[in-house]
C-alpha cells in the first residue's frame, strides 16, 4: 500500500511491521512523531506492544535494555542531547549484546542550543559499539526498521543498531512510501528467540561485572560480533529482496563510481544533492560518481577501497567536526584507501552544521576544489583555516 | 542461607560467554580475608537475645541453642554486633594471622 508519508511516519510504520513487544518513549525534537505515531498505532490496536512513557532518555534506554534482558523485541527513539543523556546506557547494551533497535534524528548539540539536522550526535558515539546505518530516504527509512531487527538478532552479531535519519531534512519531509502488510513482514522478520535474557528454568546472572582477566576477552567477542553484521546484512539484504521486491545494495551505495575520477564520499540524505550534481558534471565531460555510506559501524573498508580503487581525488562530505582534527567520517575513509594502498588525495567538506543548508553550488564548488586541489580540511561557505578570519 | 561457594573458575577464551550472561550463583570466594578484627562470642555472657542476628549487616550470626554463632568464611569485621549486644558478650579481637 502506497501511502504520502514523513521519513519519521515511515519509520514508525516499519517499526509497527517489525512488531516490538516493548516501546519505550521519551520525545525530543525531531523524532518524537516516531514514538507519538507509535502510541496511536498502540491505541487504535493497529500494534500490540508494551508502550511505556519514562521521564528521560537514560531511563527510555535503560527501560529498553531491561524490557530486552526480559526476552523482548525492543525500540526506543531519539536525537542529540537525548542521545548524549542516554550515552553511558550504549555501552550497556552493546556490552550486554542485547539486539535493541533505536532510531537517532540526527541533530546538533548544543552550545549553541539548536534543534536542526547535522551527524554531530551520532557520529561522536561511533565507538559505543552499535551498528550504524544511515538512510536517505523515506522507503529506506521504513525497510531499515525492519532490516535492523534481522540484524541485530541474529545470534552471531547480537548488537544493537542505530538507524539515522537527518533531522527534519529526512524526519518531517515527505515522499510516496510503499508499506509492505504485515502478513510479508512476517515472512521477513521472525519473532524474537534469545537466550540471553531471564529465565525461571535456569537462573541467570546478567550485566556483571567482569575483572582486568576476562573484561578484555568481552570486549574482542563484542568486536567481532559487530564485525559478523557484514555478511549478515547481505544476507539480510538478499531475503529482503525476496520478500520485498527492493534489493539494497550492502554497506555502501555507489552512484557512477565505476570509472569515475572525481568522488564524493558522503552519508544521509545529501546524497541526492550529490548524485544530481555528478550528473550535470558528466555532462560537461568530468568523470564524476557518488558514493554513499550507508553503513558505518561496521565500515566497509574493503568496499569502499574496491570502489575507489580508480579514484584521482575524492572529497568527503559530513555534517559533522572532530574539533582539532577533522572530520570523523573522513578519519575513517581516509584510513580505509590508505590501508588498501590507494594514493587517491582525500579532502574533507565539513558543511550543515546546525541545519545550515547545503546547496547546489555548494556541491559543484566541492567537485571544482577537489580537481583543482584545496586545503584539508574546508567549512562550505567559510574556506580552510584561514579564511574565517 | 549460606552462600553457596565453588572453585574459583578461570575462565578461558572459549568459556568467557558472548553477552554479560552467565549461570546464576556462582561465588567463589569467601569475605573473610576483609576482616583486620573479628568478633569473638562469650557463649556464658550470651542470653540469646538475637539482637546481634538481627543487626549483623551480613547475615553471618545464626543462634544455635539460645547462643550466638558467627560465620566467619563471611564475616567482614564490621563491629556492628559487638557495638549493640547489650550483655557484652561480644568482643572485637585482632584477626590471627
Known amino acids: ?389 | 542461607m549460606r552462600p553457596y561457594v565453588r572453585e574459583k573458575k578461570i575462565f578461558s577464551f572459549d568459556e568467557v560467554p558472548e553477552n554479560t550472561c552467565f549461570e546464576a550463583g556462582y561465588l567463589t570466594t569467601v569475605n573473610s580475608g576483609w576482616r583486620s578484627i573479628r568478633p569473638v562470642v562469650d557463649a556464658a555472657k550470651c542470653v540469646g537475645c538475637e539482637q546481634c542476628y538481627l543487626y549483623c549487616p551480613d547475615g553471618v550470626i545464626s543462634i544455635n541453642e539460645k547462643k550466638a554463632e558467627i560465620d566467619y568464611d563471611f564475616c567482614k569485621g564490621c563491629g556492628v554486633c559487638a557495638k549493640i549486644c547489650r550483655p557484652g558478650a561480644i568482643r572485637m579481637e585482632a584477626e590471627p594471622k
Not at chain 1, 510479508?184 to 582486568?212: H, I, Q, V, W
Not at chain 1, 567481532?224 to 547481505?234: H, Q, R
Open chain 1, 1 to 389: 500500500m502506497k501511502k504520502f508519508l514523513s521519513g519519521n511516519e515511515a519509520f514508525a510504520e516499519g517499526i509497527r511491521l517489525a512488531r516490538p513487544q516493548v516501546v519505550s518513549a521519551y520525545p525530543i525534537t525531531p523524532q518524537t512523531v516516531v514514538v507519538e505515531k507509535l502510541s496511536e498505532m498502540v491505541e487504535d490496536g493497529s500494534l500490540s506492544s508494551e508502550f511505556i512513557h519514562v521521564e528521560s532518555e537514560h531511563s527510555a534506554l535503560s527501560c529498553a535494555i531491561g524490557a530486552s534482558a526480559a526476552g523482548a523485541r525492543t525500540f526506543t527513539a531519539t536525537s542529540s542531547q537525548g542521545l548524549l543523556y542516554m550515552a553511558e546506557c550504549l555501552y550497556y547494551a552493546s556490552g550486554g549484546r542485547f539486539p535493541i533497535v533505536m532510531m537517532n534524528a540526527d541533530r546538533s548539540v548544543a552550545l549553541p542550543w539548536n534543534i536542526y539536522g547535522d551527524q554531530r550526535d551520532s557520529l561522536s558515539q561511533l565507538d559505543s559499539g552499535w551498528i550504524q546505518a544511515y538512510a536517505e530516504n523515506a522507503q529506506e527509512a521504513l525497510d531499515l526498521a525492519l532490516m535492523s531487527y534481522r540484524i541485530a538478532e541474529e545470534r552471531t552479531v547480537s548488537t544493537p543498531f542505530m538507524v539515522n535519519l537527518d533531522g527534519f531534512v529526512l524526519t518531517h519531509t515527505y515522499e510516496t512510501v510503499d508499506i509492505p502488510s504485515q502478513e510479508e513482514a512476517d515472512r521477513f522478520l521472525p519473532s524474537y528467540e534469545t537466550d540471553n535474557c531471564f529465565d525461571f528454568d535456569s537462573p541467570k546472572n546478567m550485566a556483571f561485572s567482569a575483572g582486568p582477566e576476562t573484561n578484555y576477552i568481552f570486549k574482542y567477542k563484542e568486536h567481532k560480533g559487530m564485525l559478523a553484521a557484514k555478511p549478515v546484512i547481505e544476507k539480510a539484504e538478499e531475503e529482503f529482496a525476496a520478500v520485498f521486491g527492493r534489493k539494497y545494495p550492502g554497506l555502501i551505495e555507489s552512484y557512477r563510481t565505476e570509472d569515475a575520477d572525481y568522488v564524493i564520499v558522503t552519508l544521509g540524505s545529501i546524497a541526492g544533492l550529490c548524485r544530481e550534481t555528478a550528473d550535470k558534471l558528466r555532462e560537461r565531460g568530468i568523470r564524476a560518481g557518488v558514493l554513499r555510506l550507508r553503513y558505518i559501524r561496521p565500515f566497509p573498508n574493503e568496499e569502499l577501497a574496491a570502489a575507489m580503487a580508480g579514484v584521482k581525488a575524492y572529497a568527503v562530505l559530513e555534517k559533522d567536526i572532530s574539533f582539532g582534527n577533522e572530520g570523523t567520517v573522513f578519519t575513517n575513509v581516509n584510513s580505509a584507501l590508505k590501508k588498501a594502498g590507494l594514493t587517491a588525495k582525500g579532502y574533507n567538506f565539513i558543511g550543515g552544521l546546525g541545519g545550515r543548508n547545503i546547496s547546489h553550488a555548494d556541491i559543484e564548488d566541492i567537485f571544482e576544489k577537489i580537481q583543482k586541489g584545496t586545503e584539508d580540511v574546508n567549512f562550505i561557505g567559510i574556506g580552510g583555516l584561514g579564511d574565517g578570519k
